[in-house]
């Protein structure tokens, strides 16, 4: 089990950047994923970035090249940079931790609460 809270969320012109930040309860040097997802008003959550145990990252095509996903395992951290912010990246962004129970069981999810973020033009 684990409790993630994100921060960094603000209003920010477009081509500004933002850091978000999610602190977790306890050490993800095991857990299975970490990422970042985000909820625009009247759309589906959708992932943004994700970042395995591995260090294998996968990105949505609608930032790869602009947002990076990070990790501080002494700090229990993850870190979402996002550069060259445009309008449509409004969205609530949620930190995600998937926990492997085991092989045969799958994994679980957990989130955080949400940050908001607004890029006006």
């Known amino acids: 089990q684990v409790q993630l809270v994100e921060s960094g969320g603000g209003l920010v012109q477009a081509g500004g950047s933002l850091r978000l930040s999610c602190a977790a309860s306890r050490s993800i040097v095991d857990i299975n994923a970490m990422g970042w997802y985000r909820q625009a008003p009247g759309k589906q959550r959708e992932l943004v970035a994700s970042i395995t145990s591995a260090y294998s990252t996968n990105y949505a095509d609608s930032v790869k090249g602009r947002f990076t996903i990070s990790t501080d395992n002494d700090k229990n951290m993850v870190y979402l940079q996002m550069s060259s912010l445009k309008p449509e990246d409004t969205a609530v962004y949620y930190c995600?931790?998937?926990?492997?129970?085991?092989?045969?069981?799958?994994?679980?999810?957990?989130w955080g609460q949400g940050t908001q973020v607004t890029v006006s033009s």
């Open positions: 995600n931790a998937q926990i492997t129970i085991t092989r045969a069981f799958g994994s679980r999810d957990y």
